[in-house]
Structures are given as structure tokens and as C-alpha cells.
């Protein structure tokens, strides 16, 4: 969904939790709830009117669940050949990452460097 063109559960999920990180973190420039073509290609974000902070270079993406996240950072690593560090779990008591059976030497070094960081 992007500004309310779709409802829905997961779409209620991604519309609180970016009204919290504004809330809590009104020094950063965020957009939500955002369609991914919307978020990374501005020509698409402005067809979408969407006039946000952002304008479609969002460089960091949050996803409603676990599912779509992986999926979303297995096509952004894959395809896009980047180096994608994550995915990181959140509201658990202790830091925690999780890695694919297919994680390269690179990905576990940086999932394990960003899991001290947390700790």
C-alpha cells in the first residue's frame, strides 16, 4: 500500500509502526506505508503522488513480516548484487539474527559484526 491505497492487517502493521518511528525518531527522514516500487524509484513515487521526505530513495526498507523480508533481502542481494546485511530481528530480549543455509562467508561476518553491535 502506498498512503492508503490498500487496507488490510499488514497494511494497519506498517501504517503503526511508521507513525512510531516518527514519533521516536522525528530527526530522521521516514515515509510509510510505502509500495517498494514507490520507495526506490522516484519516477514511480511521483506517478504514485507520493511527495514525501523520501521522494523514492528510501535506503532502508522494513517489511510487515518475517516472510516478506527475507524475501524482499534475498531479491535485493540476489539481483540487485548488493551487499545486503541482515535481516534483523526485532523485539526480542537479546539481539538475534538469523542466516540462510545459503549465506556466503561475507554475509555471516557482517550479520555477526551488527549482532555485537546490539548486544
Same mark, same amino acid.
Do not use: C, D, H, M
Given at each position: 500500500s502506498t498512503k492508503g491505497s490498500a487496507k488490510g492487517e499488514l497494511v494497519d502493521k506498517v501504517r503503526e509502526a511508521t507513525r512510531l518511528a516518527k514519533q521516536q525518531r522525528p530527526d530522521l527522514l521516514i515515509d510509510g506505508e510505502v509500495q517498494l516500487d514507490a520507495a526506490i524509484v522516484p519516477e514511480v513515487a511521483t506517478i504514485k503522488d507520493m511527495h514525501g521526505a523520501l521522494? @523514492?530513495?528510501?535506503?532502508?526498507?522494513?517489511?510487515?513480516? +518475517?516472510?516478506? @523480508?527475507?524475501?524482499?533481502?534475498?531479491?535485493?542481494?540476489? +539481483?540487485?548484487k548488493a551487499r545486503a546485511v541482515g535481516p534483523l530481528l526485532q523485539g526480542l530480549n537479546r539481539p538475534a539474527s538469523d542466516l540462510s543455509r545459503g549465506a556466503l562467508v561475507e554475509d555471516i561476518v557482517d550479520t555477526v559484526a551488527v549482532t555485537a553491535l546490539r548486544a
Open positions: 521522494g @523514492g530513495r528510501a535506503n532502508v526498507l522494513i517489511f510487515p513480516s +518475517l516472510e516478506a @523480508g527475507n524475501i524482499g533481502y534475498k531479491l535485493t542481494q540476489r +539481483l540487485g
